[in-house]
């Protein structure tokens, strides 16, 4: 089945700079990479998806970038603020709502005041 | 506030009790999913279900667990005799299904097992 790394697993960042999470996928037929934010003792809150036909997709602070040839895709937040301290978590998928997500290890984000 | 329901969000058993979770998909999600993720922070998929049926689910929660989906009714998710591995936050994914791919957790049901 797919796997999924993502890396780093610790990241602190200085408030205002930005934060990168990158992450490789195995399965070359996987078509769907959301982003999911966790803050502690809460629910996994998707933040941001792209799906194989695009390569960049940006929301707010939140940009995505998916390179389908190397099968690598990351998370850049910029100007980051205290409130985006959290883990956050890749994932990805193959096409269909009713294929099961496969997540990565995740990733501690600090952001320093 | 999220539109999938879990409950209990908590719940505490003894080893070789049943532990049975309960969730609400959001309104019109007919794709459901059950996912465990440990103290490590680790997701591992579980089971899911396109209405009442099941579609995937891996080894253990074949052997070990029941799940269902009945039609108007909660979907719920039972361990059969729990064991101290089982305790991990359980999280219930709804997902429109088709080529959408989003999916909605509910707050989960933690389940610690002593």
């Known amino acids: 089945g797919e796997q999924v790394e993502q890396l780093p697993s610790i990241l602190r960042v200085q408030e205002g700079s930005s934060a990168s999470i990158n992450c490789s996928y195995e399965?070359?037929?996987?078509?769907?990479f959301p982003w999911y934010k966790q803050e502690p003792g809460e629910n996994p809150k998707l933040i941001i998806d792209i799906r194989s036909n695009m390569e960049r997709k940006q929301i707010q602070e939140l940009i995505v970038l998916l390179d389908k040839k190397a099968k690598r895709f990351s998370l850049h937040i910029t100007d980051t603020q205290p409130g985006d301290s959290a883990m956050y978590f890749c994932?990805?998928?193959?096409?269909?709502?009713?294929?099961?997500?496969?997540f990565g290890q995740g990733t501690v984000l600090s952001v320093i005041p | 506030n999220s539109k999938v329901i879990q409950t209990p969000r908590y719940l505490v058993k003894g080893q070789g009790q049943k532990a049975k979770m309960r969730c609400i998909p959001e309104?019109?999600?007919?794709?459901v999913f059950w996912y465990q993720q440990n103290k490590n922070n680790e997701f591992k998929f579980l089971i899911n279900?396109?209405?009442?049926?099941?579609?995937?689910q891996i080894d253990m929660t074949e052997k070990r667990f029941s799940a269902e989906c009945p039609s108007n009714s909660p979907c719920s998710l039972e361990i059969q005799s729990s064991e101290a591995g089982d305790s991990a936050l359980y999280l219930c994914?709804?997902?429109?299904?088709?080529?959408?791919?989003?999916?909605?957790f509910g707050e989960g049901s933690k389940l610690t097992v002593l």
């Open positions: 399965d070359s037929a996987s078509n769907y």
């Open positions: 309104k019109g999600h007919p794709v």
């Open positions: 994932a990805a998928s193959r096409s269909g709502g009713n294929n099961k997500l496969t």
């Open positions: 279900f396109q209405n009442q049926e099941v579609l995937q």
């Open positions: 994914a709804s997902s429109l299904g088709a080529n959408t791919g989003q999916l909605y």
